[in-house]
């Protein structure tokens, strides 16, 4: 299977820990998208990398979340000293940014976070 | 600022009946609208995009949308559904270098 894989699936913390998620993209795909979202609501933009480059954040996104995309290709999403209210799917997405494509976006199947 | 409103949070129909779920938008800037489908237990799957050109697209398992600029609208319609339809449909747009989505509209195709 070649589509967007993120890992782990499901995680479980407890308030105030550190979490890492990762994403790997469709292979060619030079845009990588990062979404939270809650149950009854659509998909939240965070972020998204084209290559390695950060090039928009949502202005949701609290300090305590970070995103990197080290050599273009995966990425991991951190969140620091994890809240309740940070209990949602993180949705991975990626793209090929190409004129013609109208950034159609491939998803993954998803983080499950839940912060007790 | 962009927004995606989907106007029905729950659509009940019965198989092979028609059905219509509503978007509508709005942006200050050109935009590239989507219809996402997401079957139970399932990921977010492209339905169908509107990019430019004909207003009128469809995809391949029946679904079309209109893209009505005037009134700023993506209306997903089908003539006759089946029982294998029912799944949360999300209406998209990507516009000023983000992605906005609806709060979705759940489809249940009662037999």
């Known amino acids: 299977d070649t589509g967007v894989s993120q890992d782990p699936r499901h995680k479980i913390t407890k308030r105030g820990q550190n979490v890492t998620f990762r994403c790997d993209p469709i292979?060619?795909?030079?845009?990588l998208y990062w979404y939270r979202q809650t149950l009854g609501q659509g998909p939240e933009f965070l972020t998204y990398?084209?290559?390695?480059?950060?090039?928009?954040k949502s202005r949701l996104l609290s300090d305590r979340f970070s995103a990197e995309r080290p050599k273009g290709s995966f990425s991991t999403l951190e969140i620091q000293r994890t809240e309740q209210g940070d209990s949602a799917m993180y949705l991975c997405?990626?793209?090929?940014?190409?004129?013609?494509?109208?950034?159609?976006?491939?998803f993954g199947p998803g983080t499950r976070l839940t912060v007790l | 600022a962009q927004s995606v409103t989907q106007l029905d949070s729950q659509v009940p129909v019965f198989e092979e009946a028609p059905v219509e779920l509503r978007c509508n938008y709005s942006?200050?800037?050109?935009?590239?609208l989507f219809w996402y489908v997401q079957y139970p237990n399932q990921g977010l799957q492209l339905l169908l995009k509107?990019?430019?050109?004909?207003?009128l697209v469809e995809s391949i398992n029946g679904f079309e949308a209109e893209f009505n600029k005037s009134q700023t609208s993506f209306h997903l319609r089908k003539p006759s559904v089946h029982i294998s339809d029912t799944a949360e449909y999300f209406c998209?747009?990507?516009?000023?270098?983000?992605?906005?989505f609806g709060d979705g509209t759940t489809l249940t195709v009662k037999p």
């Open positions: 997405a990626s793209s090929l940014a190409r004129t013609g494509l109208g950034n159609e976006q491939f």
């Open positions: 292979s060619e795909h030079n845009r």
């Open positions: 990398f084209q290559n390695e480059a950060q090039l928009e």
């Open positions: 942006s200050s800037v050109s935009v590239y």
């Open positions: 509107y990019l430019s050109g004909s207003t």
């Open positions: 998209a747009l990507w516009g000023a270098g983000k992605s906005t």
